[in-house]
């Protein structure tokens, strides 16, 4: 059992136990899902900490992953002592209002807050983070730019705390995605099937087939709304040694951006090893790095071999549909590629992108 005491702040959440059985017995989080009333966000809440163990958690458990109740129910009231001893911690360091201004889930506190509220706030903040510390989270989260690879639009400011808190949700759901070791040369192997997955029309057809090719390749493709503020499209984040994660927002819920998303960030984890950059006026990346990004998944949609081809593709909807199956992609991305290029005017063959809604793309996230 894991000794929570080993360390003076450090914690363990239940979840992590859970995670690391499921991977072990190749035991899905819709597996584990089916066994509770609320499913998947049972899952989550017990994976990220904050839902309690109780004895019929911790009986359900028990029957899924293994173990006994009691061994469950043990290692919640484990973790409950060590975030509280982690929370007076944090009190006595002096750094309590530090991780008060840091984001944080949920309706913002209002007012002066009560001795016991800022312990709650406190607490929230790092089961949130999975951090025992001021310190540790500045570490991982304080310098944003230089920790993170996100891509967003260049003509709007992002708002770094509601990008932290979409990057933050995107790795505890990249937490229930079980994936192969993250291998670049496996995710270049499988750049021609993702290529071809442009051309399904539906996210719930698509999605699932791009996560599991994805999954062979050691990246946990997600799919999280981003938040009020928030302007991001895309982001990769090592969240463990061997595993990556592709974090996607639909933001545009356009065919033709959605598949750039995908590429760039393919294009960042194979070319840079998931190194810190971040594309926005506010929180500047480094140009060269974007640029190689930005060509690499340019090249996804339209292959060097019919660059010529693609010049002399006209400004007509046949000659685009033509060519667009001709090299196996959606007609919405040939647009988009002739529209970035001044090929094409921007108002024009936009019919031939697909948009979605939420009703469509909900269905297809884990």
Not at 50 to 64: C, K, W
Not at 159 to 170: I, N, P, S, Y
């Given at each position: 059992m894991i000794d929570e005491h080993a360390t003076a702040n450090w914690?363990?959440?239940?979840?992590?136990?859970?995670?690391?059985?499921?991977?072990?017995?190749?035991?899905?989080?819709?597996?584990?899902?089916?066994?509770?009333?609320?499913g998947l966000d049972a899952v989550r809440s017990?994976?990220?900490?904050?839902?309690?163990?109780?004895?019929?958690?911790?009986?359900?458990?028990?029957?899924?992953?293994?173990?006994?109740?009691?061994?469950?129910?043990?290692?919640?009231?484990?973790f409950d002592t060590a975030v509280d001893r982690a929370v007076a911690q944090v009190r006595e360091s002096g750094h309590e209002d530090l991780l008060l201004r840091v984001p944080a889930p949920g309706r913002k506190a209002r007012g002066k807050l009560s001795l016991e509220s800022r312990a709650a706030e406190i607490r929230k903040r790092l089961v949130f983070y999975n951090v025992p510390d001021a310190e540790s989270w500045t570490g991982r989260y304080g310098r944003l730019v230089g920790d993170t690879d996100y891509r967003t639009s260049q003509s709007?400011?992002?708002?770094?705390?509601?990008?932290?808190?979409?990057?933050?949700?995107?790795e505890l759901e990249a937490d229930m995605v079980?994936?192969?070791?993250?291998?670049?040369?496996?995710?270049?192997?499988?750049?021609?099937e993702i290529r071809k997955l442009s051309m399904i029309r539906h996210p719930q057809l698509f999605l699932p087939k791009l996560s599991t090719l994805c999954a062979e390749a050691g990246v946990a493709l997600v799919v999280v709304?981003?938040?009020?503020?928030?302007?991001?499209?895309?982001?990769?984040r090592m969240v463990d040694p061997?595993?990556?994660?592709?974090?996607?927002?639909?933001?545009?819920?356009?065919?033709?951006?959605?598949?750039?998303?995908?590429?760039?960030?393919?294009?960042?984890?194979?070319?840079?090893?998931?190194?810190?950059?971040?594309?926005?006026?506010?929180?500047?990346?480094?140009?060269?790095?974007?640029n190689e990004a930005n060509e690499f998944a340019a090249e996804c949609v339209i292959p060097a071999l019919r660059e010529s081809e693609f010049e002399r593709v006209r400004p007509q909807r046949d000659d685009v549909v033509r060519f667009s199956v001709s090299i196996g992609v959606a007609p919405g991305l040939t647009v988009g590629q002739m529209q970035h290029r001044g090929m094409l005017e921007p108002n024009k063959l936009n019919y031939l992108k697909r948009t979605w809604d939420w009703s469509q793309i909900n269905p297809a996230t884990v």
């Open positions: 914690f363990s959440k239940p979840g992590d136990s859970i995670r690391a059985i499921m991977q072990r017995r190749n035991i899905s989080a819709y597996d584990l899902a089916e066994r509770f009333d609320d017990l994976i990220e900490g904050t839902r309690q163990i109780d004895e019929s958690t911790a009986s359900t458990l028990s029957t899924v992953l293994g173990a006994t109740a009691k061994f469950w129910l043990k290692r919640q009231e484990n709007f400011a992002s708002k770094e705390d509601a990008t932290l808190l979409w990057l933050r949700r995107g079980q994936t192969r070791a993250w291998n670049s040369g496996n995710l270049m192997d499988r750049l021609k709304k981003a938040p009020d503020g928030c302007r991001a499209s895309g982001a990769i061997d595993k990556a994660m592709l974090l996607l927002s639909f933001r545009y819920k356009r065919d033709d951006q959605f598949w750039f998303t995908v590429f760039h960030e393919i294009g960042h984890l194979v070319l840079h090893k998931a190194d810190t950059f971040v594309d926005d006026d506010a929180l500047p990346g480094d140009p060269i790095r974007e």
